[in-house]
């Protein structure tokens, strides 16, 4: 009883700091970021070679948009689908560690295929692609750390 008090602690920890703080200001950060970036490299190829260049990337490639109104209108949907990544790879370490890492690995599968047309943006797509990986790393790993760090001390100690 005492490990799944720990383990629930450890989950609601994870879940208000990693998911209410950390993960959305880094993805925010980074996604700002992008966004300029795009800016002025379409700024860039207009001067370089017009508005019709800038339109056809902006139609072939709308995908900034389609990011921009994912955040602002389906965002809860990604913070229900990292608190449920902390819960179950949290629960996987602790309960059955030895297929953690296939698990891991086909879920980063998984998110990378499904988010394809972000990453295959002309100008920022492998940004988007990395940005989002390590938010992952970062939502599912720090709670998978500290409880391999009490597994390895012995959980039952504390």
Do not use: C
């Not at 955040?71 to 560690?97: H, V």
């Amino acid at each position: 009883m005492r490990n799944i008090s720990i383990l629930i602690v450890i989950g609601l920890y994870s879940i208000v700091i990693n998911q209410g703080f950390l993960v959305d200001w880094f993805l925010e950060f980074f996604r700002h970021k992008i966004e300029k970036a795009i800016e002025e490299k379409l700024k860039d190829i207009k001067n370089k070679e017009g508005d019709d260049k800038v339109e056809k990337i902006k139609e072939k490639f709308g995908s900034e948009q389609y990011i921009t109104y994912r955040t602002e209108k389906l965002g809860f949907i990604t913070t229900i689908i990292g608190i449920l990544e902390i819960i179950f790879f949290t629960a996987i370490i602790y309960f059955k560690s030895d297929i953690f890492l296939p698990t891991f690995g086909g879920w980063l599968g998984i998110k990378t295929a499904v988010n394809y047309d972000q990453w295959s943006h002309p100008i920022a797509g492998k940004a988007y692609f990395y940005t989002s990986i390590l938010g992952t790393l970062i939502n599912i790993g720090i709670p998978v750390i500290v409880i391999f760090l009490l597994k390895v001390n012995g959980i039952e100690k504390l």
